[in-house]
């Protein structure tokens, strides 16, 4: 699929601005598919929701029960494309930076999965990094994810012409990132893909000079903004 252009002077907002604004948490039950560290699972929680994260790896998992609770978030092992739920669980069932990290074959059965475990009226969030921009690109030379990120997005929208589906919205913006260090962001690429670390240190002098040159250095902390992309899918 040809990618159309970004349009130019993307509003830049927090994810979790986005979040709120686009979704009824209160009350709600959540599946976040690709979890990481939690972080989503308990924002949800804090907002009022009951939320389950789902991991394929253990060390994230484990990363997400060491963190301090927010509430009665629960974080399980399982893969997108097989999930360990009955029909119609959820009311949203979200993909945070995750969808394109689902092996290409498997994207299409995990999106089934997710609107399967939809209750009727609920809905699918795709939160997903689009490949444009200074974070991207001083990432690149450990991981170029422009072609899977874009089979990402075809298969999202292949998803949306399924009967039990229907596109909802489609929201494009700039996120911030936040890193305190160098360091920091070496250790955020290794703990979403521990395969990296090779990359990492074959190309280290180069992504710390792209890193220092890119960034904009305030408030004691390095910046980048990230072109980003939100879809919600609507439930029949």
């Known amino acids: 699929m040809e990618m159309k252009p970004l349009p130019s002077n993307l509003p830049r907002r927090k994810h979790s601005a986005i979040l709120r604004e686009t979704l009824e948490m209160q009350g ?46 629960r974080y399980l092992l399982g893969l997108g494309e097989a999930l360990p739920f009955p029909d119609g669980t959820f ?85 911030p990132y936040k890193e305190l260090s160098f360091e920091d962001f070496l250790g955020g690429l290794v703990a979403v893909d521990a395969s990296r670390q090779p990359r990492i240190e074959a190309h280290r002098d180069t992504l710390e000079a792209a890193f220092l040159q890119t960034a904009e250095f305030r408030d004691a902390a390095y910046w980048f903004y990230q072109p980003s992309r939100l879809n919600l899918l609507q439930r029949r």
């Open 28 to 73: 709600k039950c959540f599946l976040d598919i690709g979890c990481g560290n939690g972080g989503l699972v308990r924002l949800l929680t804090r907002e009022g929701a009951r939320a389950i994260g789902l991991e394929v790896a253990w060390p994230q998992v484990a990363r997400a029960i060491a963190a301090k609770p927010a509430g009665e978030e």
């Open 91 to 175: 009311d949203c069932v979200v993909f945070f930076n995750s969808l394109h990290h689902i092996p290409p074959e498997s994207m299409k059965g995990a999106l089934a999965e997710a609107a399967r475990t939809t209750k009727s009226g609920g809905s699918i969030c795709v939160m997903e990094p689009i490949a444009d921009g200074a974070y991207f690109k001083v990432m690149q030379p450990v991981e170029d994810e422009t072609v899977v990120r874009a089979q990402a997005y075809e298969a999202l929208q292949a998803a949306a012409e399924e009967p039990s589906l229907e596109m909802a919205s489609e929201i494009i913006f700039e996120a």
